[in-house]
């Protein structure tokens, strides 16, 4: 009686853990974010605990589906099942390679079993029927493909399902945890559209008529298309295919919003395609003038410049009297330049600029520019001249300044020295007499126009000497 109770309960144990062996436990790779098995991949097969770990590769190379694959799979084997209405083969070549491992045999149906291997994408076993080869992959089923470590082949898989099941997953044993008594599995998806995508897609503009595409490299893919839109919602059509991760989409319309999406494809005996990425858009705009400048051109106006802009057909130039204040069109001009006359003299003025395209009769604008300042004040006196009158005397001359009230002349016995104010003037000479015959002098003049009380001066001169 004893004898048969520990049989009965050796059977018990046997049956628990045969359940707990097809208990499906992965961390990575599950159903829910399944390894793509058109990329390859290489891991280490293990279904129980009693199996000695083996390092594989697999990759599925080729898909036939529907009529093409009934078609295949009915000159393959005469006797192959001819499917219901409802009903289509789904014909797979991976590639199985034995990496590593014990000098045991590997065979394919180890690895995947028509029998136990494939669900729906939703988590139901699919018991396929599977076909037969004779012809051109007869040699090559699951169970006839033997590997040892090293070695590697092509697997062909027929297997019939109802149409609605469309692409299976393969469940592929990956270990075996001996704490739960629980096989893990990876998942791996044959859908192509879940072929890896490109990530992280931006669109910029570097121009008036250009865009710039970037992305993200989705790994082993052969290279990347890119479709562009008008609309959102409307018809996305192929425009290029790159191999790199960025795209210069030329030749668009200034001020018109263009929308892309990029998707990756892998090569074979089929094309296989990701997923579309989430649609960017982006607006060729003019780009922003730079080396934007404002200086004092006069004690009445000051003059603002900048770079050209390739594509502008002319510039806005706007003005505040202050950096924060409203600002108003002042000039809207074809040149790189303007002159902002009639102001007050020391009072700041800021600026700021944006480029324009005309598009049909409407005008496309660039980003303003930082705002730039300066207040006017008295220019800088030009030809100024020191000329030796004779052994005790210098003779200063310089030109007119616009707005000026006076001059100042400053004059020191070394060129880094300490000038002094030597003569505040009104005419545009002084002679500078009871020098010392052969002793340098060194001069320096500035303009100044009365505001107010307040003297507002120009910039300096150059220094220049003279010995009497």
Do not use: C
């Not at 062996?21 to 293990?46: K, L, Y």
């Not at 139901?124 to 493909?145: H, M, T, W």
């Amino acid at each position: 009686m004893k004898k048969y109770r520990i049989l009965f309960l050796f059977v018990l144990f046997f049956i628990m853990l045969s359940t707990k062996i097809d208990t499906v436990f992965a961390s990575v790779g599950d159903r829910a974010t399944p390894f793509n098995a058109w990329e390859n991949h290489r891991f280490t097969f293990q279904e129980y605990e009693w199996d000695s770990p083996k390092v594989i590769e697999l990759q599925l190379k080729e898909m036939y589906k529907g009529e093409q694959a009934n078609a295949i799979v009915a000159d393959e084997n005469m006797f192959n099942e001819v499917p219901a209405s409802d009903e289509e083969w789904l014909l797979m070549k991976f590639n199985l390679k034995y990496v590593s491992g014990p000098e045991e045999p590997l065979y394919a149906s180890d690895v995947i079993w028509t029998g136990q291997s494939f669900y729906t994408a939703s988590g139901q076993k699919l018991s396929p029927e599977s076909a037969s080869f004779s012809n051109e992959r007869d040699g090559y089923g699951e169970y006839d493909v033997e590997l040892y470590p090293g070695s590697q082949s092509e697997v062909w898989y027929g297997i019939l399902v109802k149409k609605t099941v469309g692409y299976p997953y393969i469940r592929i044993a990956n270990g075996y945890n001996s704490s739960t008594y629980q096989t893990i599995y990876k998942w791996f998806s044959t859908n192509p559209a879940s072929y890896n995508p490109p990530t992280n897609l931006k669109a910029a503009a570097t121009s008036y008529n250009n865009v710039n595409l970037t992305w993200t490299a989705a790994s082993g893919v052969s290279g990347y298309e890119i479709y562009r839109s008008t609309s959102s919602t409307g018809t996305f059509t192929k425009i290029a295919s790159a191999t790199g991760t960025s795209y210069n989409n030329s030749a668009l319309n200034t001020g018109t919003t263009y929308y892309y999406k990029v998707r990756s494809y892998k090569t074979g005996t089929t094309t296989a395609y990701s997923s579309f990425t989430p649609v960017v858009s982006v607006k060729p705009t003019l780009s922003t003038p730079a080396s934007p400048k404002a200086v004092s051109s006069a004690y009445n106006s000051i003059k603002t410049s900048w770079a050209a802009v390739s594509g502008a057909n002319g510039y806005e130039v706007y003005r505040a009297a202050s950096s924060t204040g409203t600002y108003t069109l002042v000039s809207s001009t074809t040149s790189t330049s303007f002159t902002n006359t009639g102001l007050s003299t020391n009072q700041p003025y800021y600026y700021k600029i944006r480029a324009y395209r005309t598009v049909g009769t409407m005008k496309v604008y660039s980003s303003y520019t930082t705002v730039v300042s300066a207040r006017p004040v008295p220019s800088v006196p030009t030809s100024f001249a020191a000329t030796r009158l004779n052994s005790t005397s210098i003779k200063l001359t310089w030109g007119a300044v616009s707005g000026a009230n006076g001059y100042e002349l400053y004059r020191s016995t070394s060129s880094t020295g300490t000038y002094t104010l030597l003569k505040s003037t009104t005419t545009l000479y002084f002679t500078n007499s009871g020098l010392t015959t052969g002793k340098t002098y060194y001069y320096k003049l500035r303009a100044y126009k009365t505001v107010g009380s307040t003297k507002v001066y120009s910039g300096w001169t150059s220094i220049i000497s003279a010995r009497p």
